[in-house]
């Protein structure tokens, strides 16, 4: 995987286009070289490989040893022909200097061969290079062991908090002029069930604006009783406050909050309009202790809640689910917490409604009816709360119980979805970062680009084959020894980046490295170990540290590492100076933040009083390494291809025989049974071991991750603020990259968020799999991500773990063509994945391609408008169809805005695929974008979609108008060609539409435009506001759904002439020739097109 630091007489010396480790390329210059310099520069080889600071592979010493043998016969026989002048010339050495040298190497290759045996290696398949590894301390697999654990909804001894606590009786009561203040006293014996409770609360109810209210409770005080009692401070997650310009009428909306004190105090909201109880706490205790809140609601039956995040799974989250939240470094796996934090759900429910009476009846069954009239409700909720958390999801009600903090409860009214979704990005947790133009391009990444010959390589490759390439990236394979902020000096060398970098921008292209969120510590006992982030950092105090002051230490990809405290003074700006210095080094275009959660492979502070043996390697195999066969592909995989099937078995075999070969004896330790119970002390936290224990996929809070005793510079404990951590580093990368790109948006993606992480970065969806069923995962994962105000968002596309194949490669490249985020990446150890890898996939990409270049503008658009007001740009179909219950479950097909539908294959071997066309009864027209055609479909029909491998069925709602631009290898190029619009008209024969057009790239721009396109009554109109030019013409209009044969079109009041074309069976008209009339610009003068 990389080379380590070399020290003094262990340099790598380049020599005729070939660099040798040490003094091996004296063996190539041609120059005559003594017995004693030859065996000199091999001990000096030996000495630097024996002392683990470089490493070679078995393979390569063998190909040495063969050349050095043809050296050897051909030296001795022109030594015997009395041509011993030619040998000089051809720079070899005596044959008993030959002797020497074989002597050496072979007991290089005889260590060599068993550094491999204890450390590993593997070859990159994507380009025959080979990955080596150190041979050094491994940390044991036990370092990262927890204490065993039995998650409490699985413990039938856990102690049920509704039995034994008393709740909360309430007093004081006030009227307020924007709701009510009270005290809450604990009505009973203290239970301290899971922790101590807390005597007296405070309760707080906000009417903040027409779509918000607050509820809030917290201790009344803090005092010594529950001094480490934490309340999320506003400086780290927005607090919403009422509106500033709110006033007793404006606050008036649909939610009404009421309390009682029978038996004990409880609340509930009510929505007004149709006097439904959206969330009560009635017929429950109220549980508030310094270590466990709960409180619960009631659901109707079979709710629709959504959201809860992140985790994967459907989109509909069902009754029967315990949801974790908790970040954790966890490989996708289903129906557990993974990587992000956000507690919000929003909750729909389908009321029928009386043809007669207009009385309306709550649908609680999945049967519907596909002629009767429904109408729905939506409302969210929001607990601004960063514990560890669990909310049980059950038949009839939700119950939510998290591991400290205070209940900060928000409720949206809506009562749609895209009220809901933008009242919580609006006003909780602000809106949507804007983007750079460029993003919405194509990235292509893996772990395993070795070297930047080989990002050229996959650059020009992809130009080969004329696929639109916006952005490569690298994963840490390009880092210096895996640290941040430095890069290998052999493979990825400064110099040699450089001028890839200038040609790959001079290309209109973009490049965009990995950063991972723990710092190398340098090996004390090693004085050339250097590294200025890590030194910078300490000298400034800004890791996180021991309860006792010093430094905490975990181990991550580079060895024992720190990790950055964001509630430090001088973290933020040691964080903007390492990505300053960086920049001067390597011109990159936006980062990647990884391992964020934050990771880390052991449990406490394993590197204290161990540094002495840094770099260390992690307590597991990494991909490629002996052991870590990758033995999987996609369902239903078929080995047609004879290369491809002998490259698989042999690689299979090699890596089997290797890890048979390593294998240590088996474990002589066995598992128990014996489950880590811990009671509550008085006024003491155990934050290491909490009383109550959430289902967490890790198990122990600290496995794999920060642990929980982990201190910040004010006090602050890591228990705390945990799922906080990712959400901070995004907030300091986005301030760091504003002061690298001064006026430019950061273009950044991470791995952990939060509740308001949208305002700084996109995100993607981690770890997943190379799996049909992962791509199905990453529709209801992105839609999810909708709703969290995360809009930048995409998945791995192929895969990232396991083998992709032909098929699921070539289904996922189109899928994820209209994902906002689009990205292929894959890991080490897998084959690759390419879209040029196989031809059928390269057709497949093109075609969707095509179609998102041509949407590039709409997409665009719809940033802009999710970054102003809040809405989505990927959508559920039942957020666009409110009234259809059937499509409350309804994530495997999706819309891209309003207008686009998007039916995926997303099942092996299939050619067709089932799909809705929602609001068929309603009078909604749906147009093929391939044909231009109506659909014909009944209302609820389930229509089988013919989709051969290479086609993805996307439909144009009727309705809309959509400015487009022409396919490009690049952003920048297609932002040069022509306007084109395609009008899809309504039943009625109306459309409207919208464009949004800006610089691409500053965060408060010049010059903007706004473009506003209807069409009635045979007429198109376009206005423009705004100072922004755009000087590319308008090519073409396309108008689908003309009912009848056009005699005259003019635009504005000229006769277009014969540039008309109208096809009576696809009722389509198109019209040309308007580059002429529109030579300055597309939308320079507003203008109307009129048919009849």
């Given at each position: 995987?990389h080379?380590?630091?070399?020290?003094?007489?262990?340099?790598?010396?380049?020599?005729?286009?070939?660099?040798?480790?040490?003094?091996?390329?004296?063996?190539?210059?041609?120059?005559?070289?003594?017995?004693e310099?030859?065996?000199?520069?091999?001990e000096k080889?030996?000495?630097?490989?024996?002392?683990?600071?470089?490493?070679?592979q078995?393979?390569q010493?063998?190909?040495?040893?063969?050349w050095l043998?043809?050296?050897?016969?051909v030296?001795?026989?022109?030594g015997?022909?009395?041509l011993?002048?030619i040998?000089?010339?051809?720079?070899?050495?005596?044959?008993?200097?030959?002797?020497?040298?074989f002597l050496?190497?072979?007991?290089l290759?005889?260590?060599v061969?068993?550094?491999q045996?204890?450390?590993?290696?593997?070859?990159a398949?994507?380009s025959?290079?080979?990955?080596?590894?150190r041979?050094?301390?491994?940390?044991p697999?036990?370092?990262d062991?927890?204490?065993?654990?039995?998650?409490?909804?699985?413990d039938?001894?856990?102690?049920?908090?509704q039995?034994?606590c008393?709740?909360?009786t309430a007093?004081?009561?006030?009227?307020?002029?924007y709701?009510l203040?009270?005290?809450?006293?604990?009505?009973?014996?203290?239970?301290n069930?899971?922790g101590?409770?807390i005597?007296?609360?405070?309760?707080?109810?906000e009417?903040?604006?027409?779509?918000?209210?607050?509820?809030?409770?917290v201790?009344?005080?803090?005092?010594a009783?529950?001094?480490?009692?934490y309340?999320?401070?506003?400086?780290l997650?927005?607090?919403?406050?009422?509106?500033a310009?709110?006033?007793t009428?404006?606050?008036?909306?649909?939610?009404s909050?009421q309390?009682?004190n029978?038996?004990?105090?409880?609340?509930?909201?009510?929505?007004?309009?149709?006097?439904?109880?959206?969330?009560?706490?009635?017929?429950?205790k109220?549980?508030?202790e310094?270590q466990?809140?709960e409180?619960g609601?009631?659901l109707?039956?079979?709710?629709?809640?959504y959201?809860?995040?992140?985790?994967?799974?459907?989109?509909r989250?069902?009754?029967n689910?315990?949801?974790?939240?908790?970040?954790?470094d966890?490989?996708d796996?289903?129906?557990?917490?993974?990587?992000g934090?956000?507690?919000?759900?929003l909750d729909?429910?389908?009321?029928?409604?009386?043809?007669t009476t207009g009385?309306?009846?709550?649908?609680?069954?999945?049967?519907?009816?596909?002629?009767a009239?429904?109408?729905s409700?939506?409302?969210?909720?929001?607990?601004?709360?960063?514990h560890?958390?669990?909310?049980?999801?059950q038949p009839?009600?939700?119950?939510?119980?998290?591991?400290?903090?205070?209940?900060?409860?928000?409720?949206f009214p809506g009562?749609?979805?895209?009220?809901v979704t933008?009242?919580?990005?609006r006003?909780?947790?602000?809106l949507?970062?804007?983007?750079?133009?460029?993003?919405?391009?194509f990235?292509?990444c893996?772990w395993g680009?070795?070297?930047w010959?080989v990002?050229?390589?996959?650059?020009n490759?992809?130009?080969?084959f004329?696929?639109p390439l916006?952005?490569?990236?690298t994963?840490?394979?390009?880092?210096?020894?895996?640290?941040?902020?430095?890069?290998?000096?052999i493979r990825?060398?400064?110099?040699?980046?450089?001028?890839?970098?200038?040609r790959?921008?001079?290309?209109?292209?973009?490049?965009?490295?990995?950063?991972?969120s723990?710092?190398?510590?340098?090996?004390?006992?090693?004085?050339s170990?250097?590294?200025?982030?890590?030194?910078?950092?300490n000298a400034?105090?800004s890791?996180?540290?021991?309860?006792?002051?010093?430094?905490?230490?975990?181990?991550?990809?580079?060895g024992?590492?720190?990790?950055?405290d964001?509630?430090?003074?001088?973290?933020g700006?040691?964080?903007?100076?390492?990505f300053?210095?960086y920049?001067?080094?390597?011109?990159f275009?936006g980062?990647?933040?990884?391992?964020s959660?934050?990771?880390?492979?052991c449990?406490?502070?394993?590197?204290?009083g161990?540094?002495?043996?840094n770099?260390v390697?992690?307590?597991?195999?990494?991909?490629g390494e002996?052991g870590?066969v990758v033995?999987?592909?996609p369902?239903?995989?078929n080995?047609?291809?004879?290369?491809e099937?002998?490259?698989?078995?042999?690689?299979?075999?090699?890596?089997?025989?290797?890890?048979a070969?390593?294998?240590?004896?088996a474990?002589t330790?066995t598992?128990?049974s014996s489950?880590l119970?811990?009671?509550p002390?008085?006024?003491?936290?155990?934050?290491?071991?909490?009383?109550?224990?959430?289902?967490?996929?890790?198990?122990?809070?600290?496995?794999?991750a920060?642990s929980?005793n982990?201190?910040?510079?004010?006090g602050?404990?890591?228990y705390?603020?945990?799922?906080l951590?990712g959400?901070?580093?995004?907030n300091?990368t986005?301030?760091?990259?504003l002061n690298v790109f001064?006026?430019n948006r950061?273009?950044?993606?991470?791995?952990?968020?939060?509740?308001?992480?949208?305002?700084y970065?996109?995100?993607?969806?981690?770890?997943n799999f190379?799996?049909?069923?992962?791509?199905y995962?990453?529709?209801?994962q992105?839609?999810?991500f909708s709703l969290f105000g995360?809009p930048?968002?995409g998945?791995?596309?192929c895969?990232f773990?396991?083998?992709?194949d032909e098929?699921?490669c070539?289904?996922?490249?189109?899928?994820?063509?209209f994902?906002?985020?689009y990205?292929?990446?894959?890991?080490?150890?897998?084959i690759?994945?390419?879209?040029?890898?196989?031809?059928?996939?390269?057709?497949?990409?093109?075609?969707?391609?095509?179609i998102?270049?041509?949407?590039?503008?709409?997409?665009?658009?719809?940033f802009y408008?999710s970054?102003?007001?809040?809405s989505?740009?990927?959508?559920?179909?039942?957020w666009?169809?409110?009234?259809?219950?059937?499509?409350?479950?309804a994530?495997?097909?999706?819309?891209?805005?309003?207008?686009?539908?998007?039916t995926?294959?997303?099942?092996?071997g299939?050619?067709?695929?089932?799909?809705?066309f929602?609001g068929?009864r309603k009078?909604e027209?749906w147009?093929?974008?391939y044909?231009?055609?109506?659909v014909s479909a009944a209302p609820?029909e389930n229509?089988?979609?013919?989709?051969?491998?290479g086609t993805i069925?996307?439909?144009?709602r009727g309705?809309?108008?959509?400015?487009?631009?022409?396919p490009a290898?690049?952003?920048?190029?297609?932002?040069?060609t022509p306007?084109?619009?395609?009008v899809?008209l309504g039943?009625?024969?109306t459309?409207?539409?919208?464009?949004?057009?800006?610089d691409?790239?500053?965060?408060?721009?010049?010059?903007?435009?706004y473009?506003e396109?209807?069409?009635?009554n045979?007429?198109?109109?376009?206005?423009?506001?705004g100072?922004?030019?755009?000087?590319n013409?308008?090519?073409?209009?396309?108008i689908?759904?003309?009912?009848?044969?056009v005699?005259?079109?003019?635009f504005?009041g000229?006769?277009?002439?014969?540039?008309v074309?109208?096809n009576?069976?696809?009722?389509?008209?198109?019209?040309?020739?308007?580059n002429?009339?529109?030579?300055?610009?597309?939308w320079?003068?507003?203008?109307v097109?009129?048919w009849k």
């Open positions: 995987m080379l380590a630091t070399p020290v003094a007489g262990c340099g790598v010396v380049e020599c005729g286009g070939t660099c040798w480790p040490g003094g091996a390329c004296l063996l190539s210059r041609k120059v005559e070289v003594s017995m310099v030859a065996v000199m520069a091999l080889l030996f000495l630097c490989s024996s002392s683990a600071f470089i490493t070679l078995a393979f010493l063998y190909n040495l040893l063969g043998y043809v050296c050897f016969i030296t001795y026989l022109l015997w022909l009395k011993r002048p040998a000089n010339a051809m720079v070899f050495v005596s044959p008993l200097s030959w002797f020497n040298i050496y190497l072979t007991i290759l005889s260590k061969t068993y550094a045996t204890s450390s590993g290696s593997a070859t398949s994507d025959n290079t080979t990955t080596s590894y041979p050094i301390f491994t940390v697999s036990s370092a062991n927890g204490a065993n654990l039995l998650p409490n909804v699985y039938s001894q856990a102690v049920n908090p039995s034994v008393p709740g909360y007093s004081d009561v006030v009227r307020t002029p709701g203040t009270a005290t809450l006293t604990l009505a009973g014996a203290a239970c069930a899971y101590t409770d005597e007296t609360l405070n309760l707080t109810v009417y903040q604006s027409a779509d918000r209210l607050a509820v809030k409770i201790p009344a005080a803090i005092d009783s529950n001094a480490s009692q309340i999320l401070p506003a400086q997650v927005h607090e919403p406050t009422v509106d310009d709110a006033d009428t404006s606050l008036m909306n649909d939610l909050f309390w009682s029978e038996p004990t105090f409880s609340f509930a909201v009510y929505r007004v309009s149709t006097g439904d109880m959206l969330f009560s706490t009635m017929g429950t109220l549980v508030f310094n466990f809140i409180f609601s009631p109707p039956e079979n709710y629709n809640l959201g809860l995040g992140e985790t994967i799974h459907a989109l989250l069902g009754n689910f315990t949801k974790t939240i908790y970040a954790a966890a490989g796996p289903i129906d557990y917490n993974i990587y934090s956000h507690p919000f759900y729909t429910r389908y009321y029928g409604v009386d043809s009385n309306l009846s709550l649908v609680t069954t999945n049967e519907t009816n596909a002629t009239d429904y109408i409700y939506s409302h969210g909720v929001y607990l601004r709360n960063a560890g958390q669990e909310i049980l999801l009839s009600n939700i119950t939510w119980r998290t591991l400290g903090g205070s209940i900060d409860l928000y409720f009562p749609s979805q895209p009220e933008m009242a919580y990005q006003g909780a947790i602000g949507p970062v804007m983007q750079q133009y460029w993003t919405f391009g990235h292509q893996r680009y070795q070297n010959s990002l050229d390589e996959v650059v490759t992809y130009e080969q004329a696929i916006e952005t490569i990236w994963d840490i394979d390009y880092m210096k020894e895996y640290r941040d902020f430095e890069n290998d000096p990825f060398s400064y110099s040699t980046g450089q001028d890839f970098l200038s790959l921008h001079a290309s209109g292209r973009h490049y965009i490295p990995i950063v991972d723990a710092i190398y510590v340098p090996n004390p006992d090693n004085a170990d250097a590294y200025t982030p890590f030194t910078a950092g400034t105090g890791f996180m540290t021991n309860p006792d002051g010093s430094l905490y230490i975990g181990d991550v990809w580079p024992y590492t720190v990790f950055p964001w509630l430090s003074g001088g973290a700006q040691w964080w903007i100076d390492s300053k210095a920049y001067d080094n390597v011109h275009d980062i990647w933040i990884d391992m959660e934050a990771s880390s492979f449990v406490g502070s394993c590197g204290s161990n540094l002495s043996m770099p390697h992690p307590p597991f195999s990494l991909p002996p870590a033995y999987d592909y369902e239903g995989f080995l047609t291809n004879a290369t099937a002998a490259a698989a078995s042999s690689s299979s075999s090699v890596q089997a025989a290797s890890a070969s390593a294998a240590g004896p474990p330790t598992t128990t489950y119970r811990n009671t002390t008085a006024g003491v936290r155990d934050i290491n071991h909490p009383p109550y224990v959430i289902n967490n996929v890790q198990g122990d809070l600290a496995v794999h920060v929980p982990a201190t910040h510079a004010d602050t404990e890591e705390d603020v945990h799922n951590f959400h901070e580093t995004l300091a986005y301030n760091a990259l001064p006026g950061p273009f950044i993606i991470g791995r952990s968020t939060f509740a308001g992480s949208g305002v970065a996109g995100h993607w969806g981690g770890d190379s799996k049909f069923l992962y791509m995962f990453s529709i209801p992105a839609l999810s995360i930048m968002f998945v791995d596309t895969g773990q396991g083998n992709s098929e699921l070539s289904r996922w490249m189109q899928l994820s063509a994902f906002p985020f990205r292929n990446h894959n890991d080490l150890s897998s690759s994945q390419e879209a040029y890898v196989w031809s059928s996939v390269i057709d497949a990409t093109k075609t969707a391609m095509s998102r270049f041509q949407l590039l503008p709409y997409m665009y658009t719809l408008l970054h102003s007001t809040g989505t740009v990927m959508r559920a179909l039942s666009e169809f409110p009234n259809e219950p059937s499509l409350a479950d994530d495997r097909q999706f819309l891209l805005g309003p207008a686009i539908m998007v995926p294959v997303l099942v092996q299939a050619t067709t695929v089932d799909g809705v929602p068929i009078g027209v147009y093929d974008w044909s231009q055609q109506a609820g229509v089988t979609i013919p989709a051969p491998l069925p996307i439909y144009v309705g809309y108008v959509l400015p487009m631009q022409q290898m690049t952003t920048t190029e297609a932002r040069k306007w084109s619009v395609l899809a039943l009625e024969g459309a409207s539409g919208e464009l949004y057009l800006d691409g790239q500053s965060v408060m721009p010049n010059a903007t435009l473009v396109l209807t069409a009635a045979s007429v198109l109109h376009a206005f423009g506001r100072s922004f030019n755009d000087t013409p308008l090519a073409n209009v396309t689908l759904g003309v009912q009848q044969s005699s005259n079109v003019t504005n000229m006769s277009v002439g014969s540039g074309e109208y009576n069976t696809s009722k389509v008209m198109t019209i040309t020739g308007l002429n009339a529109t030579a300055n610009g597309a320079t003068s507003d203008w097109l009129a």
